[in-house]
T-cell receptor, first 114, second 111 residues
Framework: DADVTQTPRNRITKTGKRIMLECSQT?????MYWYRQDPGLGLRLIYY???????NKGEISDGYSVSRQAQAKFSLSLESAIPNQTALYFC?????????????FGPGTRLTVL | RKEVEQDPGPFNVPEGATVAFNCTYS??????FFWYRQDCRKEPKLLMS???SGNEDGRFTAQLNRASQYISLLIRDSKLSDSATYLC????????????FGSGTRLLVRP
């Protein structure tokens, strides 16, 4: 079955370290998204990309950067991790048709910054 | 004020019960509305879209009230497997492709 995968699934790191979270999809979707989820706050959009040449900031992009290496790959980097970036991170994809907004999520990466 | 607000629950109901969740949204220009389901430590998955005329999918019924900017989800004949967090989702203020997620309502169905 077509899929959205994320690596790693779990990561513990120390303050100041550079971390990269990777997302791959076999759905053939152009649109890809990175979210973080914190208890009581729901999912918040970090960055999104509508195609390989299009990268946009979401509501909480400070401290993060992204790279869209190919249609199927969208990676999220924390240049210098800090403890308040401890969260569950989800990658998602969607079609590019205006009336079909369903987003398909990867299994998530649980990141802990000590 | 949050753009999408939900009662966090938890709603603790017996099997077979009917339970309703409500959600309010702040952007009157929103055009797309959804309910997603998220199991503990898992990814969110689309449960159903919400249409202006209301829609039903088996035991699940979704309603939209644009005038009051209010969305509801009704679950009839609750099953143990319905235990999850239900996320209310609307499209964002500046792009129909960006989704704003509520923080979710937790449902626990007990035997």
């Amino acid at each position: 079955d077509a899929d959205v995968t994320q690596t790693p699934r779990n990561r513990i790191t120390k303050t100041g370290k550079r971390i990269m979270l990777e997302c791959s999809q076999t759905k053939g979707h152009d649109r890809m998204y990175w979210y973080r989820q914190d208890p009581g706050l729901g999912l918040r959009l970090i960055y999104y990309s509508f195609d390989v040449k299009d990268i946009n900031k979401g509501e909480i992009s400070d401290g993060y950067s992204v790279s869209r290496q190919a249609q199927a790959k969208f990676s999220l980097s924390l240049e210098s991790a800090i403890p308040n970036q401890t969260a569950l991170y989800f990658c998602a994809t969607s079609h590019d048709t205006p009336r079909d907004n369903e987003q398909f999520f990867g299994p998530g990466t649980r990141l802990t910054v000590l | 004020r949050k753009e999408v607000e939900q009662d966090p629950g938890p709603f603790n109901v017996p099997e077979g019960a009917t339970v309703a969740f409500n959600c309010t949204y702040s952007n009157s220009a929103s055009q797309s509305f959804f309910w997603y389901r998220q199991d503990c430590r898992k990814e969110p998955k689309l449960l159903m879209s919400v249409y202006s005329s209301g829609n039903e999918d088996g035991r699940f019924t979704a309603q939209l009230n644009r005038a009051s900017q209010y969305i509801s989800l009704l679950i009839r004949d609750s099953k143990l497997s319905d235990s999850a967090t239900y996320l209310c989702v609307v499209n964002g203020r500046d792009s129909s492709y960006k989704l704003i997620f509520g923080s979710g309502t937790r449902l626990l169905v007990r035997p």
